[in-house]
């Protein structure tokens, strides 16, 4: 089963997730962008096509049959920012997945942008949080669609993502039936 937890660059995500290892040893922490970097994909001023195809390529990654029946939580986005506009992730390729809940985490807008070493995207504080409005919005109608619980959590309480995130692998996984070969 995969916990997806998305959010904004800066946004807070893998602060929150990088106490997980000490607290579930039994579920492993994967960064998105990581595993794209590792394939040696592009990951800076894409354009929609780019964006769009490392969104196929990493759930080609995560369908993998060795990561099925493996407690794995995601670090990652569900609102992609591209030279070319805001990308959501497309519905298709998250019902292919067997994805058990969805988590948000975000910050103040202010904070996140200050955090920010690169200003030129989003330009300001109000672009901040609307992007991140985008995005809580999407991940949290991606959990109507899927049936799956959502979770949004906005002042990076580690203590209290570790909980949500083993009270969500308890729940039977209901997706089964509606996962499939979009890869």
Not at 98 to 106: R, W
Not at 154 to 172: H, N, V, Y
Request: net charge positive; hydrophobic share 40%; with cysteine.
């Amino acid at each position: 089963m995969i916990l997806f937890v998305c959010g904004p660059s800066r946004g807070g995500k893998t602060s929150a997730l990088s106490e997980l290892d000490d607290l579930a040893p039994d579920i492993t922490v994967l960064r998105a962008s990581k595993i794209l970097r590792t394939l040696k994909r592009p990951l800076h001023r894409l354009n929609l096509s780019q964006a769009l195809e490392n969104q196929y390529i990493l759930g080609r990654w995560l369908s993998r049959a060795e990561l099925r029946n493996k407690k794995i939580v995601v670090d990652g986005h569900l609102l992609i920012t591209t030279t070319d506009g805001p990308l959501l992730v497309p519905d298709s390729l998250m019902s292919a997945l067997p994805i058990g809940g969805i988590i948000f985490i975000g910050d103040k807008p202010e904070a996140i942008f200050a955090r920010r070493s690169w200003k030129s995207y989003p330009k300001s504080v109000d672009v901040v949080r609307e992007l991140s409005r985008m995005e809580r919005l999407h991940a949290r109608r991606l959990a109507r669609m899927l049936e799956v619980p959502f979770v949004s959590i906005a002042d990076q309480s580690k203590s209290k993502l570790g909980s949500r995130i083993e009270r969500m692998f308890q729940r039977p996984l209901r997706c089964a039936a509606r996962i499939k070969d979009v890869f």
